[in-house]
Nanobody
Framework: QVQLVESGGGLVQAGGSLRLSCAVS????????MGWFRQAPGKERQFVAA????????RYTDSVKGRFTISRDNAKHTLYLQMNSLEPEDTAVYYC??????????????????WGQGTQVTVSS
């Protein structure tokens, strides 16, 4: 059984930082790309960042470039999202996702077949 468990969300003031983690079990973690998505109230789920299975390649949505960093520790089966210079617009539920296939990591949600339960990130102004 594949499980993804996120942690690290919370309430932070604008300009602050948070680090999200996603622990994966039930699949050979190192073989698959991973992604982070987020969903704000009343909005569709949005791509945030993705990382290749080997961590050799990453990609980000434009609004988080230079502020967020995606990384992974294949030995610990864990995905991370370091979020700096947080803005109120970053407020959302953040989800980690496990890719269906190998590769560099997609910005399309249908390319992922397992999802975590989500962790709330709230940025106050």
């Amino acid at each position: 059984q594949v499980q993804l468990v996120e942690s690290g969300g919370g309430l932070v003031q604008a300009g602050g930082s948070l680090r999200l983690s996603c622990a994966v079990s039930g699949r050979t973690f190192s073989r698959y790309p991973m992604g982070w998505f987020r969903q704000a109230p009343g909005k569709e789920r949005q791509f945030v960042a993705a990382i290749a299975s080997s961590a050799a390649s990453t990609r980000y949505t434009d609004s988080v470039k230079g502020r967020f960093t995606i990384s992974r520790d294949n030995a610990k089966h864990t995905l991370y999202l370091q979020m700096n210079s947080l803005e109120p617009e970053d407020t959302a539920v953040y989800y980690c996702a496990l890719g269906k296939f190998g590769g560099l990591g997609s910005d399309v949600s249908s390319e992922y077949d397992y999802w975590g339960q989500g962790t709330q990130v709230t940025v106050s102004s």
